[in-house]
């Protein structure tokens, strides 16, 4: 999709601090970071929320959750915790409507969430 922000990271249009990318997914730093490892991994393939998902999709969304936590583990935090996250659509607070799981790691996460 010409005008999705993460497609253009996926195609390399705009620049992003990657951290890993494989055939299915692409890893990079999130921009406006809420903890001290903060990484986004989305689909190549767009796909708008959680709930665009398919069967099909159920291998992708391992291996999105399989590569956070390699980077997790990658960064010293398999022990110490950390917390993936998807969020879907408005009352979630989903701004970017392309897939995408959050990692955060580094710091003491409260919960419930806001
Ligand atoms: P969400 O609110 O779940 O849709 O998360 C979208 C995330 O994308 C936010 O954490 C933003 O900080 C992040 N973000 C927005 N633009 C960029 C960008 N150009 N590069 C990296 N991360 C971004
Ligand atoms: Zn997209």
Known sequence: MADCLFCRIVAGEIPATLIHEDDGV?????IRPQAPLHVL???RRHVATLNDLTEADD???GRMLRTAAA???AHGYA???YRTVFNCNG???QTVFHLHLHLLAGRGL????G
């Not at 692409?26 to 999130?30: E, K, L, N, S, T």
């Not at 409260?110 to 969430?113: E, H, R, S, T």
């Open 110 to 113: 409260g919960w419930p969430p």
């Open 41 to 43: 991994i989305v689909p």
């Open 79 to 81: 022990d110490r915790g």
């Open 71 to 73: 980077i997790a583990q």
């Open 26 to 30: 692409v890893a990079f730093a999130d």
């Open 59 to 61: 291998a992708l969304v």
């Open 91 to 93: 009352d979630a607070g």
